[in-house]
């Protein structure tokens, strides 16, 4: 066992590297280092707890069971999970977090002892109100969490589930969880505990299920938020410095970042994290049905109309991580090179359904760092430019997020791919994006759609180049 000053210095240590982690991260050329330093800190923090607790009994070792058994199925997934299911594993992991929450501030309010908060009916108030919180927000993260998981797999409609008055009822929901958090801490009779956790289980549904595929990236970062706050709620109760660290960063930064999104998207973030305000986000058929013919190409006009360019910009997007074509698109760039061609990178910052999918996957296939761009600094390059590969992309290349004010993207800033000579569109069919909105890029004068896999119309380009 070691003092409490000493594991005080090393909760200390393990929160400054999780700060390093975070700005590692920050950016793909130290990305690796700040896992590390993640890693490292985590380590050091559940080391230090169990040495805190001085005597391992025979629950103690039960933990250590589960401990081993739980890491060992999270690096069974880590290995196994492709990048383009990675953003519903994210929604699935913060609704454990949740969960994990939840039962600790179940095990706190039954067993007050074990905690030193107190005798059950007898509970500090300032514990209460903690653990209270805690639960809430855990319960919230918990059912939210599964629904965007639910909604990101596909087994229910990515499409938002609307009914009258139901902001209203966030609304009294709300204010009835508050309530409830009130009457516990005045008579901590276990009728209020328990409504108020059964009642942020169902706010957790109520506030996800009306957001649609648009937004679904903001939802992931803002459950990412809401699972960090779950777990410095419950920090607090333990008196645990490296979960209150550990809780407040990752709230903190997943806000941020929830933030920072909806300004790239033109999205309000209050509307969304109060559960959806957004547009309607279902196709117009109608609309879908007078829109003029498409031109489709195979690999040979591609081929012909990148090798006659001076300049090209790659517009990466989900249905590049579907096909795990960036090896093959990084081998049509070294071509296109070896012909003094000059080619960049258009990343859109919600491209891939999550937050750096798209800079991840170019990192694999090496691409170099300086040859990527970010959405503000190439979208005034493609005027000039001769030709725009499209590869997957879709939602974040649609010119009607520009032109139709009633398009639930409208407003989102996009990749103005259709401003340049000629654009190159490789996507299997002419299915809308995530969004569920008809791209009118599709049927522009100056798009030659692609109808293929895209790694393999890539390697048939590269053939023919």
């Not at 629904?147 to 139901?166: D, H, N, T, V, W």
């Not at 290349?397 to 032109?403: E, H």
Request: net charge negative; hydrophobic share 50%; with cysteine.
């Amino acid at each position: 066992m070691i003092s409490p000053n000493l594991s005080a210095i090393f909760y200390l240590i393990s929160g400054i590297l999780f700060i390093l982690a975070l700005r590692g991260l920050s950016s793909p050329e130290t990305s690796r280092q700040g896992n590390l330093f993640g890693i490292l800190g985590m380590i050091i923090a559940i080391s230090v707890t169990f040495l805190t607790v001085g005597n391992f009994s025979n629950a103690m070792n039960y933990v250590l069971i589960f401990l081993v058994i739980g890491g060992a199925i999270g690096a069974f997934i880590a290995f196994k999970i492709p990048m383009t299911a990675m953003p519903e594993l994210v929604a699935g992991f913060h609704s454990l977090v949740g969960l994990a929450a939840v039962f600790v501030a179940i095990s706190a309010f039954l067993n007050p002892q074990a905690f030193n908060l107190g005798s059950p009916g007898n509970i500090k108030l300032a514990s209460l109100i903690e653990m209270s919180i805690g639960a809430a927000v855990g319960a919230i993260t918990f059912s939210g969490s599964i629904i965007a998981f639910l909604k990101l797999r596909g087994i229910m409609s990515g499409s938002p589930i609307i009914f009258l008055g139901q902001h209203f009822i966030n609304l009294l929901l709300g204010i009835f969880i508050i309530v409830l958090i009130y009457f516990l801490c005045e008579t901590q009779l276990d009728n209020f505990f328990w409504g108020m956790i059964a009642a942020s289980f169902l706010i957790g549904v109520l506030l996800i299920i009306p957001i649609g595929g648009a937004d679904m990236p903001v939802v992931i970062s803002m459950l990412n938020s809401y699972s960090g706050w779950a777990a410095a709620g419950i920090g607090f109760t333990l008196e645990n410095t490296a979960l209150i660290i550990t809780g407040a960063l990752v709230g903190s930064s997943g806000a941020i970042l929830s933030y920072i999104m909806c300004k790239g998207m033109n999205r309000s973030f209050f509307s969304v994290i109060l559960g959806g305000f957004g547009g309607d986000t279902t196709v117009n058929e109608e609309k879908k049905k007078d829109q003029k013919p498409v031109k489709s190409g195979n690999a040979e006009d591609a081929a012909f109309l990148l090798k006659n360019a001076s300049s090209v910009i790659i517009v990466p997007g989900y249905g590049m991580a579907v096909a795990q074509a960036q090896h093959a698109l990084r081998e049509m760039v070294d071509a296109l090179k070896k012909n003094d061609i000059k080619v960049s990178y258009a990343v859109h910052p919600v491209a891939g359904r999550m937050p750096g999918h798209m800079n991840v996957l170019l990192a694999e296939a090496n691409v170099p760092y300086d040859e990527v761009f970010e959405l503000d600094q190439i979208n005034n390059d493609f005027a000039n430019t001769d030709v725009a590969f499209v590869i997957g992309a879709n939602d974040v290349t649609n010119p009607v997020a520009k032109t139709d004010p009633q398009s639930p993207i409208f407003g989102m800033p996009v990749l103005d791919v259709e401003k340049c000579k000629s654009v190159l569109f490789v996507k299997r069919s002419l299915s809308p994006g995530y969004a569920g909105v008809d791209n009118e890029l599709f049927y522009r004068e100056n798009t030659m759609m692609l109808f293929a896999d895209a790694k393999k119309m890539t390697e048939d380009i590269v053939k023919n180049i």
